[in-house]
């Protein structure tokens, strides 16, 4: 069974979430790979548990890391097939590498929306998904709006202001390629409360 549309599941660290992801058939999981994260994937367990997966593409994520750090760190991790990174500049020494790019943003205000609508284009050009996220921000008639503007231009994952109610409609009225969700702490080896992520999951699964 198919989702509605494309999903990208962030800060993978168990088991438990992946292989649940897996099966509901998402398109892309991603791990962080810096060691002083509290979600770092070291290279044995990366391996250990993609060895459980099949049907979907790897992320490396970073914060900080250099480029490269990054392109030697990944020299540990096979099959990894995308690097997201925060860092603008980081893009383009990182474009000619073999593997896709996504590059995270964590907006504050309309105005940050209004800076990443004038780099769509170049984006769109070097083939780098741009990945929305906002601890702040409300998908209101404005942001909206101009989500949709930058979506007409590049490919936008939207990480904020999602819930399952009514995320048919969010698509919609963004026009964006798809979805980021975050993955999580289990309760306790094997067990983990999926309330939020499956919802949105369940959600946008295809009808039979």
Not at 150 to 162: P, S, T, W
Request: hydrophobic fraction near 40%; aromatic fraction near 8%.
């Amino acid at each position: 069974m198919a989702l509605k549309t494309f999903v990208k599941i962030s800060t993978v660290n168990n088991l438990s979430d992946a292989r649940y992801c897996a099966g509901m058939y998402v398109n892309l999981m991603g791990f962080n790979l810096e060691k002083e994260n509290k979600d770092y994937m070291p290279p044995q367990k990366f391996k250990e548990l993609t060895e459980w997966l099949s049907g979907l593409e790897y992320v490396a994520e970073f914060e900080a890391s250099h480029p490269e750090n990054i392109l030697n760190i990944l020299k540990e991790y096979e099959g990894v097939d995308y690097i997201q990174t925060p860092e603008e500049v980081h893009l383009q020494m990182l474009v000619n590498s073999s593997y896709k790019l996504i590059w995270k943003n964590l907006v504050k205000s309309v105005e940050d929306l209004q800076y990443l609508l004038t780099k769509a284009p170049s984006l769109k050009e070097n083939d780098v998904i741009l990945l929305i996220e906002s601890e702040n921000l409300k998908l209101d008639r404005e942001t909206t709006q101009i989500i949709q503007e930058i979506a007409d231009k590049c490919d936008v994952l939207l990480g904020f202001g999602l819930e399952a109610d009514q995320i048919e409609e969010t698509l919609e009225s963004t026009s964006v390629k798809g979805i980021a969700l975050k993955g999580g702490d289990e309760i306790k080896p094997g067990y983990k409360d999926f309330d939020e992520l499956a919802d949105i999951l369940e959600a946008l699964e295809e009808a039979d």
